[in-house]
């Protein structure tokens, strides 16, 4: 019942937003995402690690095709909801600092995006789990048509073509699936069951590897992603890079992994050699940006192409780190591209060159950037070291080259957050920010709960860690188990 | 069978309306005996199949298609009110020339000889000849006439040739007896691909889907809506109930070719549609791709596919009749319902911005709306007949439509607003019917399950 809650109250929360009118509006919306939290953080500790699936719901849908509205939370789900619902709250209130045109239809579809990737996460049937996909994408493409920047238009236009591709790809792949399955059904069991031939294995793993790919995104199919993330307005960013790519991920967990084993064993190591390619790539582009935000977003490229070199690692501590770092990746960029608000808010400007000395005007901010900065290059005991270092081991284990190339990102990301830092907090104050305000309290609002859940996690990861691992050990062994022993 | 004589009479008392003094009431009369007749219609769907002196075949397929046709008419009735309100045309002809393709269309549908068939089609066509001209002063309208009399005719002709080569290859117009005589007889198959090549050209297939963008493009844009969306329903739902009743599997030249033609439909009908900036013509292009998504369950003739074909053409006309509304609303304001004239409707009037995004969503086959559920069921049945390469060409093409049906939705949403441009409307009739069309499409992606059921039957 739990779970419907958590699909539903977002959906008519946004009804009710819409109604509201422009004024009411974001006190509606936030208030709805954090009831909406506190829901999930109910879930999260009523839930029953040993049981498996918690709280499901399994109604038919289309009986005649077989699908079913069929949801649960196991313990990987329930990490993702936590996260989507701990952030929404945080996405919508930053988005009170700059004034938004027409906030209704904005925090509308703001929770219907929440709806929606909520139900990515929970879904246990294939074709529910297409629908929320494809759902997620509606409203994050008019988030960022309708509220972007002037260059919106050919961007969103070529983040749509890119995604869609995806999913169309994925839709024939899913359709294929539901035709070899012998009880015709979309339901989880039954993909799972399904006894597919090598090269079966590999054309449909091809079609969800692109499907997902582009969505996290993976290096070469990245190009959507800075210019999307760049014009996109800042709460659509955030939606972005904070939750949305985590369903790619979560996809290639659930639906890929189990599904096409075989294929994994022959084609899993050229999707960790493009992620590894793309981490060191996408660092080198983050070095040379003089743009603030856009380096935020090849960093992210970056961070994504280590978590999904670690989904191919095939080994516990690899998901385990999949998961942890998605978790802390998601909070950490919320954090930084909050930081990115506020500094536009203040100076007007992204471009590294003409900030500087921030630091003596803002010593508050100054803390919780370098706190939030030091978590995405994982520092030990904050959130980011421990997924990193889970990943480390995993790619280690499957192949030690690609963990030492792929361990350049520490050194990279030291020198593109750094270095930025240093040039935008540090050195001779500019006489144009002298009078700039230091953070004000809702501001204060929002950065405080990041740091803590950055520390928190960072010093307790097995509060997360012992609630995925039981859910990380069965998907392992639905793998291993439907591998051919090789003879 | 009813339904037909029903809606005859109805005609000629629609034509004989204007001169016995009901011209006010003829209106309201129509509707109430539309909406009556679908009831009856629908009331008739488990009744036994019968044939009717050998012409007509009374069956769960023919009672299904009807009724989506009727509701077709009827939806366009409620739709096409404000059109006639300014006395550019006259109401009464217009009506009863409706009325009387309606009749050729359920010809269409539940024809068991060949020569019922031919009647059907000529009973379709020679209304909207004459409908596609109304607008008799505007040289467009004219030329949309004349091409398509001229163009229909021809392959009316072809049509015929064909009958009369199945005729002396088996002896007989029944479509049963046809099926029994059925030989190897190269006579036979010449015949039938020439009935193929009249109903391609009929349902816009490439390479006979030259006449689409000039014919909906020049034609009064009410008549456009009932001739993309009722004929399109009729030539189909014949199409397949020929192949079905004559085959019990294609003969595998025709499939291939019917493959063929359905992969070039769907890569020529998107491509060319995104070179268009005119709305209508942009509509009539996209009509013709979806055409190629259909034909591509011809060749299986499985109940998966009559029912998904069922299931595809009854949200794609919901959602086009509500697009070419739109496209209508803002030629009323601006000669032209180019990309740019939709410049910043969203701001000038929300609701019909949101409507035609929902439609040409539905079109674009993206969930929730009616048409994504078409296509994934579509795409379904042609995986399990074994052509995966062609749902391959098909996500192409949907691919390439994405791109003109959001050009649209972008240019609604994100153009500075052009004072004089403002469609405004009151709030009247035609507002809820779209709310409620809207409301269907947005319902037929999410449950679809009693449509499946009902396709699952015919």
């Known amino acids: 019942m739990i779970t419907t809650l958590l699909i539903i109250l977002p959906l008519v929360a946004a009804l009710l937003v819409y109604l509201a009118g422009q004024r009411l509006a974001p006190t509606v919306a936030i208030a709805a995402t954090v009831l909406e939290f506190a829901v999930a953080l109910y879930a999260y500790f009523t839930f029953d690690v040993a049981a498996g699936w918690n709280f499901a719901v399994n109604q038919e849908w289309i009986p005649s095709l077989g699908i079913s509205f069929n949801i649960g939370m196991d313990g990987i789900s329930m990490a993702l909801v936590l996260l989507t619902t701990f952030l929404l709250p945080i996405i919508l209130l930053s988005s009170l600092l700059s004034p938004l045109k027409d906030k209704a239809s904005f925090y509308s579809l703001a929770l219907i995006m929440q709806s929606a990737l909520i139900g990515v996460f929970v879904a246990k049937d294939l074709f529910l789990f297409y629908i929320f996909w494809e759902l997620a994408l509606i409203p994050i493409y008019f988030i960022c048509l309708l509220w972007g920047d002037e260059n919106r238009r050919p961007v969103t236009f070529k983040f749509f073509i890119y995604t869609l591709f995806g999913s169309l790809l994925m839709l024939a792949a899913i359709i294929y699936l539901y035709t070899v399955t012998p009880e015709k059904s979309f339901a989880l069991e039954n993909i799972y069951n399904t006894d597919l031939s090598a090269l079966e294995q590999t054309w449909v793993f091809a079609a969800l590897f692109l499907a997902f790919g582009i969505k996290m995104p993976i290096f070469p199919l990245h190009t959507w992603q800075p210019s999307t993330y760049t014009s996109a307005p800042i709460a659509g960013t955030m939606l972005l890079s904070g939750i949305m790519l985590k369903m790619g991920i979560y996809g290639v967990i659930r639906w890929v992994l189990p599904v096409v084993p075989t294929a994994l064993m022959n084609w899993g190591w050229l999707a960790a050699l493009l992620s590894v390619i793309g981490i060191v790539y996408a660092s080198i582009i983050a070095i040379r940006q003089s743009n603030y935000k856009t380096l935020i977003a090849y960093v992210s490229i970056a961070h994504v192409g280590l978590i999904a070199a670690g989904l191919f690692s095939n080994s516990v501590e690899g998901l385990q780190g999949v998961i942890a770092q998605m978790l802390a990746h998601g909070v950490n960029v919320v954090g930084i591209l909050f930081v990115i608000e506020i500094l536009l808010n203040r100076t007007g400007t992204l471009e590294i060159s003409k900030l500087g000395g921030l630091r003596n005007q803002m010593p508050q901010f100054a803390v919780f950037f370098v706190v939030i900065m030091m978590a995405s290059i994982a520092l030990p005991s904050t959130n980011g070291f421990i997924g990193e270092f889970l990943l480390f081991v995993g790619i280690f284990n499957y192949n030690p080259y690609l963990a030492a190339v792929a361990g350049l990102t520490i050194i990279l990301g030291a020198v593109y957050m750094l270095s930025s830092y240093q040039k935008i907090m540090l050195g001779e104050a500019k006489s144009a920010y002298n009078n700039v305000l230091d953070l004000t309290l809702i501001e204060k609002s929002i950065l405080i709960p990041i740091v803590i859940v950055i520390f928190v996690f960072g010093l307790f990861p097995n509060l997360v860690l012992d609630l995925t691992e039981p859910a990380v050990n069965e998907i392992l062994h639905t793998v291993n188990n439907s591998i051919p022993v090789a003879n | ?458």
């Open chain 2, 1 to 458: 069978m009813n339904a037909i004589i029903l809606i005859s009479i109805l005609g000629i008392f629609t034509m004989m309306s204007e001169f016995i003094g009901l011209k006010k009431f003829i209106y309201p009369i129509i509707l109430l005996s539309l909406v009556g007749i679908l009831g009856y219609n629908i009331c008739s769907f488990w009744n036994t199949p019968e044939v009717h002196y050998g012409m007509l075949l009374h069956d769960n397929y023919s009672v299904a298609f009807g009724s989506l046709l009727i509701t077709i008419t009827l939806l366009w009735f409620l739709l096409s009110r404000e059109s006639y309100s300014a006395g550019e045309f006259n109401q009464g002809d217009h009506y009863a020339l409706i009325l009387f393709s309606t009749v050729g269309g359920l010809l269409l549908v539940s024809f068991t000889n060949m020569s019922t068939l031919f009647l059907g089609v000529e009973i379709l066509s020679i209304p909207l000849y004459i409908l596609a001209g109304s607008r008799k002063k505007d040289i467009r309208s004219v030329e949309a006439s004349i091409k398509y009399f001229i163009l229909g005719s021809f392959a009316t002709g072809i049509m015929l040739l064909g009958i009369a080569l199945i005729y002396g290859a088996t002896g007989t117009f029944d479509l049963a007896a046809i099926k029994i005589a059925a030989s190897q007889q190269s006579l036979f198959y010449v015949g039938i691909t020439l009935l193929s090549i009249s109903f391609a050209f009929k349902i816009s297939a490439v390479p006979f889907h030259f006449w689409v963008p000039d014919v909906y493009g020049g034609a009064p844009t009410f008549i456009t809506a009932f001739m993309s969306t009722f004929v399109k329903v009729a030539a189909f739902g014949a199409f397949y109930h020929l192949l079905d009743s004559i085959f019990t599997q294609v003969p595998s030249y025709l499939s291939y070719t019917l493959i063929g033609l359905s992969a070039l439909t769907i890569l020529i009908g998107n491509l060319a549609a995104s070179y268009q900036n005119n709305v209508k013509r942009l509509l009539a292009f996209s009509g013709v791709s979806q055409a190629g998504y259909m034909l591509m369950v011809f060749p299986m003739l499985s109940v998966g596919s009559k029912s998904s074909l069922f299931v595809y053409l009854a949200g794609y006309a919901v959602a086009n009749l509500i697009a070419i509304y739109v496209v209508h609303s803002i030629e009323k304001l601006k000669d032209e319902a180019t990309v740019e004239n939709f410049g910043g409707l969203a701001k000038s009037n929300p609701f019909l911005a949101f409507v035609m995004t929902l439609a040409l969503i539905s079109l674009a086959g993206i969930p929730p709306a009616a048409g994504f559920f078409g296509k994934f069921y579509l795409f379904t049945e042609v995986i399990k007949g074994g052509n995966i390469y062609l749902v391959l060409i098909a996500i192409l093409g949907s691919l390439i439509s994405v791109y003109y049906y959001f050009k649209t939705i972008i240019a609604m949403y994100s153009e500075p607003e052009n004072t004089s441009s403002a469609v405004r409307y009151e709030f009247g009739f035609a507002k809820i019917i779209l709310v409620i069309m809207s409301v269907l499409v947005v319902l037929i992606g999410l449950f679809p399950d009693i449509l499946l059921q009902i396709g699952k039957q015919i």
